[in-house]
């Protein structure tokens, strides 16, 4: 089996079985969701019953009720971990096929309820969050720093060896990379890690009645205006946008104007936007949001503000009362949320590429595209920010990837 999708090499590894021959993918991940999602189909021809002699669906659903872990692996970077939650057999015209569908681990979290009497008071935000997720022996990592491993690849396939520890010492990069780490100064992720490491919920923290692990979760990082998504490798991510990063792509959808020259870096032969729409709704933006607390009897103000709605001279203020607001440390965390929410509500774009990533790089999330679109639809010449992708093939269209851009937010690394 060639195991190529277009130019990719796309494999599923399920216990002993790697399937790399597809006839139709479809894979969501994303930032903004508590969890990811695929739906993949494949001939049953391609296995030999001479090879296999257990039919291969067999297998695969008593993988499925055994729970085995899931790993997709895209030119050998692995994509997500999760679960099959359907194995479905089909004969059709071109022959049988079987149909996967699964979800990574955030889709538990997001669907079970806390234990009741879930209720902690003057705990470190980390232990908290190991009292939700412990469970399910997840990792729990600071920043997605690792985000750079996911989107880098060089084409390779996945390799079976005894065991994954053994098939990695094999590789080049091991005695590289793991034998000798490398260590890398970067004080501003220094500082942001210790924050987080340190920080302490003073107040109690209970559940709301219709609260999952995940809604909880979510709830708490919004309050200390962090976010958490779980990675491509399983790991829970605790963190914020890296807004700050070089450009990893480009889209271009560049037309030529008679009389207008088009930059060199911009050129026509560059265009790779198959689809491409805007979505702009200035009526969500506020020039300022002002929070109000009180600490005692004093009162207690934090403003944010939005500078781009403030040079068009904009006056489109937000006030938000709340009395159990009662550090100015909070009330800023608060305003500072409440105008990122709704800068990201106020415009997106959306773009269906053509292929699974550039170079050596796969499309993936936290990641910055440089745009630029002429059409009228958008007319956008910026750096956007990626919160959600989707990997689309069939054999008749392709290998395509839908990814969700928005405008860099203003939520910045913790100082405190």
């Given amino acids: 089996m060639s195991g190529l999708v277009g130019e990719h090499i796309v494999e599923l590894k399920i216990a002993d079985v790697l399937i790399d021959t597809w006839n139709r993918i479809s894979v969501t991940h994303g930032m903004m969701s508590a969890s990811d999602a695929f739906d993949m189909s494949f001939d049953v021809a391609s296995w030999d019953p001479r090879v296999e002699p257990e039919p291969i669906i067999r297998r695969l659903e008593g993988y499925a009720e055994a729970f085995e872990r899931v790993e997709l692996f895209v ?7 999760g679960l099959l939650d359907k194995v479905k057999g089909k004969e059709g015209v071109g022959g049988p096929t079987i ?6 681990m955030g889709k538990q979290v997001e669907d079970e309820d806390l234990p009741k009497g879930f209720n902690y008071k003057n705990v470190y935000l980390l232990d908290l969050v190991d009292a939700v997720l412990g469970k399910y022996d997840v990792e729990v990592v600071i920043g997605n720093e690792d985000n750079r ?22 590789q080049k990069w091991w005695k590289q990379v793991i034998g000798k780490p490398k260590k890398t100064e970067n004080s501003t992720l220094t500082a942001y890690t210790n924050v987080i490491r340190n920080r302490k919920i003073n107040k109690e923290v209970r559940p709301k009645p219709d609260d999952t692990r995940m809604s909880f979760l979510a709830r708490l990082f919004k309050s200390q205006n962090l976010m958490g998504w779980f990675a491509a490798d399983g ?61 005692g009897k004093t009162p207690i103000r934090a403003e944010a503000h939005d500078t781009y709605l403030e040079a068009l001279e904009v006056d489109r203020p937000w006030r938000h009362t709340d009395h159990k607001i009662d550090s100015i440390e909070e009330a800023q ?49 910026s750096q956007l920010y990626c919160t959600q992708l989707e990997l689309d093939y069939d054999k008749d269209s392709g290998p395509t990837t839908k990814v969700k851009l928005q405008e860099k937010g203003i939520i910045e690394v913790p100082t405190s």
């Avoid at 491993?149 to 094999?170: G, N, P």
């Avoid at 774009?349 to 009228?376: I, K, N």
């Fill in 75 to 81: 030119d050998g970077a692995k994509q997500l971990t």
């Fill in 235 to 295: 790991k829970f991510i605790i963190g914020l946008p890296n807004y700050d990063q070089a450009p990893l792509f480009h889209i271009t959808r560049a037309v030529r104007v008679p009389g207008k020259p088009l930059p060199e870096q911009r050129t026509p032969d560059m265009n790779n936007v198959e689809e491409g729409s805007s979505e702009k709704a200035p009526g969500q933006r506020y020039s300022v949001v002002k929070v109000f607390g009180r600490q």
């Fill in 99 to 104: 149909n996967l569908v699964g979800h990574d």
């Fill in 333 to 381: 965390r608060v305003a500072d949320r409440i105008l990122y929410e709704s800068m990201i509500r106020g415009t997106s774009y959306d773009y269906t590429l053509t292929g699974f990533g550039q170079g050596d790089h796969l499309f993936a999330f936290d990641t910055v595209f440089d745009v630029w679109d002429d059409s009228p639809a958008c007319n956008v010449h």
């Fill in 149 to 170: 491993v996911v989107v880098s690849t060089k084409k390779k396939k996945y390799q079976f060896a005894d065991t994954d520890l053994e098939w990695a010492q094999k």
